[in-house]
């Protein structure tokens, strides 16, 4: 039996309403709604492998505030969320830390890396 999902794109503001309709074994069959080829990848993605930035913080050490915020550089797979933060709640950088700085490289050999989104002094 297929199966229907509706979307909503999240690549761009425009925020396109996606269907998508699988096969019994998840196969794409039809995806429609998008307005371009970047919502047509959204659409796959999302209904195969699921992806999602992590966005958190890393605990600093020696500096004047506890914490800094840090994001993967590019998404990772939902279904690695979970072990990923186990992994990113044990972290401790010493200061300083700068936006941009790598707190982590290829995450779970995700290809993503964990960078820092704020300053810590
Ligand atoms: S389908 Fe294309 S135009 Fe529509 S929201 Fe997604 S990225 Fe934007």
Redo the contacts with the bound molecule.
């Keep these: 039996m297929s199966k229907n999902t509706e979307l909503t794109?999240i690549?761009?503001p425009?925020?396109?309403k996606?269907s998508v309709l699988q096969g019994e074994d998840d196969s794409i069959i039809e995806i429609s709604g998008?307005?371009?080829k970047?919502?047509l990848s959204?659409a796959q993605t999302e209904c195969i492998n699921p992806e999602r930035v992590i966005t958190t913080t890393v605990r600093i050490r020696g500096g004047q505030m506890p914490l800094v915020s840090v994001k993967t550089d590019k998404p990772i797979p939902k279904t690695l969320m979970m072990k990923c933060m186990k992994i990113i709640n044990r972290i401790e950088v010493m200061v300083p830390v700068k936006v941009g700085d790598t707190i982590l490289e290829n995450i779970l050999e995700t290809g993503a890396n964990l960078v820092a989104t704020g300053n810590a002094t």
């Design positions: 794109c690549v761009c425009l925020g396109c996606l998008h307005s371009c970047r919502g959204y």
